[in-house]
């Protein structure tokens, strides 16, 4: 099956029908894989955001099967919170030539073709923690982020714990003009109001199920983040790294769109 690239530049061409080009579009979107998954091959084109395969709680074989394809139909696969049996099927069946990046810290492996390159976008996202024990979902986050093609300035453990950790990071995501920063925290979830009190773009808050006792595992830190009564932040589920990654991405890309106009 021809690429999306393929297609338009066929089309323009006149070397393909109109009405043809529209059916193989619409036959491009979504591709079955047996009776396991139906995967948007076109959602990157379509929104932005790549295919990202979630390998918690499914089968070893499946994981497999679902990752080449994507591989095969988009020249690269991203695959979240796998397991050390997962990880180890998916290199084993790597096709010749491919390249393999592994986030230990985020679980996130990403597979790509040789010749495949990912666009720098200009998008600019900042990226902070409350703690270490932040970090996976923050490096989620990053991976994410990166992916879509944008530059990720990180600082971690710069809780409100010791408030003087926050004053440089937040001088150097200034001097770097992000476009928006993502706070993972847990506990109270205090540092993501601090910074969106402190700063004059979006924040999204991304409480971490790292806490215990009365509102354990990010139920405190979630609606304290949502109870936040700093303005301009906005937060997802617990834990919710690729989704924070995704959706800064997509306001930091949208800014450096209209950024490179004149």
Known sequence: MLTLKEILEKTAKNELAVAEAEKMVRMLAIAEV?????????????????????????????????????LDENGRVIVSRFNPDQIAALNKALPDGAVVQVNEKARIVTMKKKDFVTRNTGGKIGLLTA??????VAEEAKVIAQEMGCQVYASYDVGVAGIHRLLQPLKDLTMNDVDVIVVVAGREGALSSVVAGMVNVPVIAVP?????????????TLMAMLQSCSLGMAVVNIDAGVAAGAMATLIANRAAKFRSKP
Do not use: M, Q, W
Not at 38 to 58: C, M, Q, V, W
Not at 131 to 136: K, L, N
Not at 208 to 220: H, M, V
């Open 208 to 220: 971490t199920s790292n806490s215990y006792g009365f509102g354990e595992k990010g139920l405190a």
């Open 131 to 136: 703690g270490t024990s932040d970090i996976p």
């Open 34 to 70: 047996e009776c396991l998954a139906k995967i948007d091959t076109a959602r990157e084109h379509r929104n932005g955001i790549p295919e990202i395969i979630l390998a918690e709680n499914k089968a070893i074989s499946d994981v497999v099967e679902i990752a080449l394809r994507v």
